[in-house]
């Protein structure tokens, strides 16, 4: 009996730190993890700041899609550059050694999946060892995959042999602009939209029908040097612009908005299963697309009302020399230094350290066009946002493209000028960089210091 009250003080002690204790103040949860931001590699920080978005000089071709107004926009990080042939590769070759890998562990050949986890209980799917290295010339492994090959008549260049038609990428993601129209509402079960092949499913009161499956094909479309320019000879640049090492640092292009999301996805996937599990890091955020809000702020480089990255009005520097890659006069492409695309980091960066905002490539974007969308979407983080199904009218694939490219006249330079292409169609003037929103405010760390 006399030892019950010291009993009933060691629990009460114990309920109190598992509570956080602060003796009954407000002090918020305990044991949680300090916070700093981590600069991704390759990307530079771009405070958050108000500018004003649209045309700093005339509307040269009258064609009223953008109207200049004042917008604000949250900090971010975005790539240097654009994004390169021998990065997209990383992206190419993991979907061929993941795909590789899933074939030889239902063969049951080697090491290649995990199948049973430390304590020995099954897993359901396997899991890739990335830890296993892949003999593709194995006499197993070879005939395992010969799937994975074009046949001997069908390979024009014996690189990798791979057929890239079988380079699927599978990912999944949420749609949040659907589940918050539905959210709280008793939800219509009575039809559902289909995207086509993809299988993105809408209108559900199942919270997992929000979470939408999508399956990719990665490999650019190399043969857009030959379909793009009827009645020119482009014969070297569809044989070796993607696979050749002369342009490794040259800008990926033949890429799909879609193949760029996909990209954006592994890309994500490849951190947080990388650097940031092994180190027992917190997830920081989606590398995506930029918004066309953030690809004009950050292309002027705090420069507010200048037409160009640069500043402007002109073209050229006091040497006469040309700031960017684009087609400086009729049939001229060669006087700016490029004659198709040149390496991502010529020319000089903007104030934001930012190389050609302007030229080479025209980036995708994350936003849907419509010629109005200056008159309805918000001031604060600008977004107008469409993710087309296979059989909706072309008119709802299209998605902005800025900056110009190597084909481009000077107007398509310009900070504030607004064109498109459609999402499943690939170009030789159309590349991309990623974005990582930044989180808070809190303290920055540069990776190399780590």
Request: charged share 25%; proline share 5%; with cysteine.
């Amino acid at each position: 009996m006399e030892l019950r009250p010291v009993v009933y003080i060691g629990a009460i002690g114990l309920l109190a730190s598992c509570g956080g204790g602060g003796n009954g103040q407000l002090i918020g949860a305990q044991g949680r993890p300090d916070w700093y931001q981590v600069d991704p590699f390759g990307m530079n920080y771009i405070p958050m700041g108000a500018y004003t978005m649209g045309p700093s000089d005339q509307d040269a071709p009258y064609a009223f899609v953008s109207k200049a107004k004042t917008v604000s926009v949250q900090a971010f990080y975005i790539d240097q550059t654009e994004i390169s042939n021998n990065e997209y590769r990383q992206f190419v070759e993991y979907v061929i050694d993941s795909t590789a890998k899933r074939i030889l562990g239902d063969e049951d050949i080697g090491e290649h999946v995990i199948t049973e986890d430390e304590f020995g209980e099954e897993i359901d799917p396997p899991v890739i060892n990335w830890k296993e290295r892949i003999d593709y010339y194995g006499e197993e492994e070879r005939e395992a995959l010969a799937d994975m090959y074009y046949a001997q008549s069908e390979q024009f260049y014996r690189r990798k042999e791979i057929d890239t038609r079988k380079l699927m990428f599978e990912y999944y993601w949420i749609d949040l602009k659907e589940a918050a129209r539905k959210a709280g509402r008793d939800l219509d079960l009575s039809y559902t939209n289909t995207k086509g092949q993809n299988n993105a499913i809408r209108g559900h009161s199942d919270r997992s029908k929000f979470i939408i499956k999508e399956i990719i094909n990665v490999y650019p479309d190399t043969l857009a040097w030959t379909h793009d320019f009827t009645y020119s000879f482009n014969d070297p640049m569809t044989k070796n612009y993607f696979w050749h090492p002369a342009y490794d640092n040259y800008p990926i292009v033949g890429v799909t908005w879609t193949q760029c999301n996909a990209f954006n996805v592994w890309r994500t996937q490849n951190l947080m299963n990388g650097w940031l599990q092994s180190n027992g890091e917190p997830f920081i955020n989606d590398f995506r697309l930029p918004t066309e809000a953030e690809w004009e702020y950050a292309a002027r480089g705090g420069l507010d009302l200048a037409p160009y990255p640069w500043g402007g009005p002109y073209i050229r520097n006091r040497q006469g020399c040309f700031l960017g890659n684009f087609k400086p006069l009729s049939g001229n492409y060669t006087d700016d230094g490029g004659f198709h695309t040149v390496p991502v980091d010529s020319y000089s960066p903007n104030d934001y350290g930012l190389y050609q905002m302007a030229g080479n490539v025209a980036e995708w974007t994350s936003t849907a066009f419509d010629e109005s969308v200056y008159d309805f979407d918000h001031d604060l983080n600008p977004e107008y946002s469409y993710d087309a199904l296979a059989n909706d009218p072309p008119s709802l694939k299209r998605k902005v493209i800025r900056g110009g490219s190597w084909k481009d006249v000077g107007l398509y330079l310009q900070t504030g000028t607004r064109s498109y292409e459609y999402q499943d169609t690939a170009k030789t003037y159309v590349g991309f960089r990623s974005v990582l929103t930044y989180l808070g405010r809190g303290k920055a760390v540069n990776a190399e210091d780590l």
